[in-house]
Nanobody, 121 residues
Framework: QVQLVESGGGLVQPGGSLRLSCAAS????????MGWYRQAPGKQRELVAA???????NYADAVKGRFTISRDNAENTVYLQMNSLKAEETAVYYC???????????????WGQGTQVTVSS
């Protein structure tokens, strides 16, 4: 099992910045990728950014150039730096970790409890 704990959410004004943290524990050595998803009220959960164990990154088009995902292997932690935040990005942000089989099929998704990000004046 993998346990994920998010922190860093809160209230920020439009144009402001936040940094989210996700600490992983448990059976962490087989994790292939970790990422951040968000879910706004009345909408489906969507991928924001992801990073593999090898350091490859992927971003949603809407956040490219403003958000940065990074990892600290020594601390088993993944970060999401969010700059120039927009009101429509108000959502619960969830940390995700996954494992994959020998041919790349995604298996064993794990989720944190989520952290609220509110972008408002």
């Amino acid at each position: 099992q993998v346990q994920l704990v998010e922190s860093g959410g809160g209230l920020v004004q439009p144009g402001g910045s936040l940094r989210l943290s996700c600490a992983a524990s448990g059976s962490i050595f087989s994790i292939y990728a970790m990422g951040w998803y968000r879910q706004a009220p009345g909408k489906q959960r969507e991928l924001v950014a992801a990073i593999t164990s090898g350091g490859s990154t992927n971003y949603a088009d809407a956040v490219k150039g403003r958000f940065t995902i990074s990892r600290d292997n020594a601390e088993n932690t993944v970060y999401l730096q969010m700059n120039s935040l927009k009101a429509e990005e108000t959502a619960v942000y969830y940390c995700n970790a996954d494992k994959r089989d020998s041919v790349g099929v995604r298996l064993d998704d794990y989720w944190g409890q989520g952290t609220q990000v509110t972008v408002s004046s």
